[in-house]
């Protein structure tokens, strides 16, 4: 079935996997005793529990409002940039007249 180097492997991986197996192991009676226990929770637990329905809503909705509130910002700065640099190429294009102008009446 395996081959000769397969079958040498074999005995440290199967070491390997029942070495780790405890550690991985869970047990379930801490957590059957705190859901079958007729304590009531704490107020502070409970009023955790009253918010925690509204944190992902409140988080999507937050969050949608910050990405939305950099793309208008964003866009309204690179129109703002464009518009910067279209006033600047006219005044350069106007200082460029008039330095052809000046240079022209020299010679």
């Known amino acids: 079935m395996l081959s000769q180097p397969a079958r040498r492997f074999m005995p440290a991986v199967v ?24 304590q009531k929770p704490s107020a502070y637990k409970e009023g955790m529990n009253q918010y925690r329905t509204f944190t992902g809503p409140f988080a999507k909705v937050f969050l949608g409002g910050v990405f939305v509130y950099q793309v208008l910002y964003w866009t309204w700065l690179k129109l703002e940039m464009d518009e910067i640099k279209v006033a600047k190429n006219k005044q350069v294009a106007v200082l460029e007249k008039e330095a052809r102008e000046i240079t022209s009446n020299q010679k």
């Not at 070491?15 to 007729?38: D, E, K, V």
């Open 15 to 38: 070491f390997f996997q029942s070495a780790r197996a405890p550690l991985s192991r869970r047990t379930f009676t801490s957590t059957q005793a705190i859901f079958n226990s007729t």
